[in-house]
């Protein structure tokens, strides 16, 4: 069992930057393969970056590659999305998310994670 808790979200302008947290329980933090989802008003929750349980394989949605970074502290049992060059359609409620299921595939699909955050908001205006 793992709770998360997001931070971070907040208001920014267009081609600025913000850095998401998402602060992991339990001692098995580690153990973990994670993502970061985010939700528009109106659409599907849709998946932006995964990292595996040891930060070695990164994945990333083709619309933020090239901006966004995930990486992943577990000794801090903290997960980190760095967000440079924000677009307003960047605009969304930021959830990140633990699973103990390490194919890559499975990483990108929202039904492949067990345990979710309550999510953090990010505004990007234009």
């Known amino acids: 069992q793992v709770q998360l808790v997001e931070s971070g979200g907040g208001l920014v302008q267009a081609g600025g930057s913000l850095r998401l947290s998402c602060a992991a329980s339990?001692?098995?933090?580690?153990?973990?393969?994670m993502g970061w989802f985010r939700q528009a008003p109106g659409k599907e929750r849709e998946f932006v970056a995964a990292?595996?349980?040891?930060?070695?394989?990164?994945y990333f949605a083709d619309s933020v590659k090239g901006r966004f970074t995930i990486s992943r502290d577990n000794a801090k049992n903290t997960l980190y999305l760095q967000m440079n060059s924000l677009k307003p359609e960047d605009t969304a409620v930021y959830y990140c998310?633990?699973?103990?299921?390490?194919?890559?595939?499975?990483?990108?699909?929202?039904?492949?994670?067990?345990?979710w955050g309550q999510g953090t908001q990010v505004t990007v205006s234009s």
């Open positions: 998310a633990a699973t103990y299921r390490t194919s890559p595939a499975t990483m990108m699909r929202r039904y492949g994670y067990d345990y």
């Open positions: 339990g001692r098995t933090f580690g153990s973990y393969a």
């Open positions: 990292i595996s349980w040891s930060g070695g394989s990164t």
